[in-house]
């Protein structure tokens, strides 16, 4: 049993093999008491503050309580207008104008498995994986009733969270913010650890040491964006990659968010995520209820390092879907920065033939197919082939890559409408916009709007049909704008659910397509996606260097299975640098190994190396795929990184060591791996050497960093 219910103490645990999370009725709220190592027994609320928390000042609304006033007291999903004055997770208006509310416990069902979440993606599990609490609270004056939803996943020492709320009363009332989970630690030696960037750097690793207010992140652009993930951690200032306690929280949801920490004059940390307030205002009509997007909380007592593999292993098991979940992948060679727009079908045949000569299983058709797409400025919109480049049309195209064995995939930027194509002529309302203002353009294109149903079913029938007479195995899903003029404060999340509906469609009539995410790189790459498209291009920027800052960070919440990285061409494109083929190749490999450049530009050398890194690549793949990721060196010291990924069965262990800036003449380091099986002995598949795994972890492998832009790869085998 993950959850019970002890009842003279009126505590709720969740208890995964490794933690233990706790709430406790008091005075009629519901508490949060205790999250951490699994513990059996958790200390009531009384016992916990026993010594006081005095609270001067604090309204007194929970009469004859050790705690007072719920300004004082831990809570699970604070509302506004009462007494407690710190930032709420759910603020409503009534159709009175009072915001006032306050929740009281009412109810609570445990049931085996996992409730769908109705047009959201969440993660999903069996009732033999997952356990679920719904813990129901009510204001009595106003009627409403939140479901508190908690879902247990013992074995992978994840919980997840989101929130319903129900408005029962026979009027309408605006939800002008509803958090998907909110919880109060009261402790203070935090560090909020996030992933900040911005077009072509994305998931950079940034951290904010906690001080007394609140630290944020946030997307106000319709999209989860490039320059906030949604995902943050809490990591106790003396955590670090290996040891200490650290708190994670991941929002399966692709739209405008907040996450935040805001500690308060008594040092309590009050952490909360969800659809981002700002511009959000949701009528709530009599009988209608408002599901928020879930998100997925892991603690972690051994530092970063296992919160990450805590987070790869719910992500790849249980929110991924479809054949391509388990399924190995093709390694595919795309043509954007090869050829930009200037391409025919002549030239994508020629980069073909030698994509198959080096292994490659997949062409890729990017952006410029179609209409009169020549730039970026036009026929967005208009899916009907460009028959001066492609004269056989995307299915002569097809055909041809095909007879070289070889499978086709295909650009696509569905959501988008270029205001000169066909389509923004017909229907020029279709687009995103507030009547009488100017529609502003970015890239030169507006966004269709998601949540109309005529919109939604164009973009259905208009991929269908592509999908359906050509023989398609691979779509990559584009986004390149923000979202500008929305019409009003529930447009944002409308679209979004919009979206959902559409690629859920999409996927399920598809489903032997390969779909990957896309938006300007990795600005959309979040837990909500994965639910849809198994894997999503990383960013714009494929220097290998500035990828190992970008898959790093990535790492920190998604596998590195999800993630698209590919070998380009030097002079890199985004940067300048000239990086060897061989660190390009490894650190492609190190992600969804595919290509990215114009492979009849290069050398039989090069080709030939690029054959073998795709050899090498099939060969641990499902090392890549399934494996446990230990950062062994962090690359944001800007002169080295180490990463080990140790197959699922325990058996096969990569490394991979990069020398960004070299020392001349410096010292010998060592490596010390992790994780492995101390009493083991481990066979180095290059040499033939076995080295025991205690050895291997506190000895480590000598490593030399004598010069720039080196990379050293080791598999070992458990013998
Ligand atoms: C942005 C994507 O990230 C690129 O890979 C490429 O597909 C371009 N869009 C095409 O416009």
Redesign the pocket.
Known sequence: MSVIYQKEKKQFLLHTVHTTYAMEVYGGCLAHSYWGHRIANVPTIDERYACGLHGSMAPVDLQGELLYSTDLLPQEYPTFGSADLRHPALHIRYADGSNVTRLRFESYRMLQGKPKLMGLPATYGTEAECETLEIVLLDAVSKIRVVLYYTVFPELDIITRSSRIVNEADKSCVLERAASFALDIVEDDFTFVHLRGAWARERHIAMIPMEYGTVSIDSARGASGHSENPFFAMKKNDATETKGEVMGFALVYSGNFLGEASMDHYASTRIQMGINPLNFHWNLGPGEEFQTPEAILCYSDQGLGEMSRRFHRIIRKNLCRGVYRDAPRPVLI?N?EATYFDFDQNKIVEIAKKAKLVGVELVVL???WFGKRNS?DCSLGDWKVNTEKLPEGLSGLAQRINSLDMNFGL?F?PEMVSPNSELYQTHPDWCIHTPGRERTQSRNQLILDMSREEVSNYIIDALSEILTTTAITYV?W?M?RNMTEAAGAEQAHRYILGLYHIMDELTTRFPNVLFEG????GGRFDAGFLYYMPQF?TS?DTDAVERLYIQEGTSLVYPIGTMGAHVSAVPNHQTGRTTPLDFRGAVASMGRYGLELDLTKLTQEELNEISTQIQEYHRYEQVVHAGDLYRLRTAYSRKDAAYQIISEDGSTVLVFDFCIVGEPNGKVQWLKLQGLDAEAVYEDVETGKCVGGDSLMYAGIPVSHGCDLKTQKWVLVKR
Do not use: A, L, M, T
């Not at 896309?518 to 790189?521: E, M, N």
């Open positions: 795309n954007w990017d952006d410029g970026d650009w930027e990559k584009d390149n896309c938006s300007s790189g291009w714009d």
